[in-house]
Nanobody, 122 residues
């Protein structure tokens, strides 16, 4: 079981940037695909981005492609999500996930963080 803690959320104006971090503990994540999901009020949780265990492949939802970048530092057991050109529709709680599938559908793994709120004002 891996324990995930997200940080870096906050309030930002449209067009701004934020960098989310997901620190893992309890076990190494160097052999685990990692991902980010988000859930806006009244909506289902949706896939945002994923990165393969070695960092060589990345995957994005169409809504964030070209604006968000996922990365990882296995030495620090940490995953990042750089979010640029933020839009009000990016407002949501962002969750880190361990074990996400890189196959179409990006089914999440069983381990989730507690989430971090991102609010983008217009």
């Amino acid at each position: 079981q891996v324990h995930l803690v997200e940080s870096g959320g906050g309030l930002v104006q449209a067009g701004g940037s934020l960098r989310l971090s997901c620190a893992a503990s309890g076990r190494t994540i160097r052999t685990v695909n990692m991902g980010w999901f988000r859930q806006a009020p009244g909506k289902e949780r949706e896939f945002v981005a994923a990165i393969s265990w070695g960092g060589g492949s990345t995957y994005y939802s169409d809504s964030v492609k070209g604006r968000f970048t996922i990365s990882r530092d296995n030495a620090k057991n940490t995953v990042y999500l750089q979010m640029n050109s933020l839009k009000p529709e990016d407002t949501a709680v962002y969750y880190c996930n361990a074990g996400v599938s890189t196959l179409p559908g990006n089914r999440p793994g069983d381990n989730w963080g507690q989430g971090t709120q991102v609010t983008v004002s217009s």
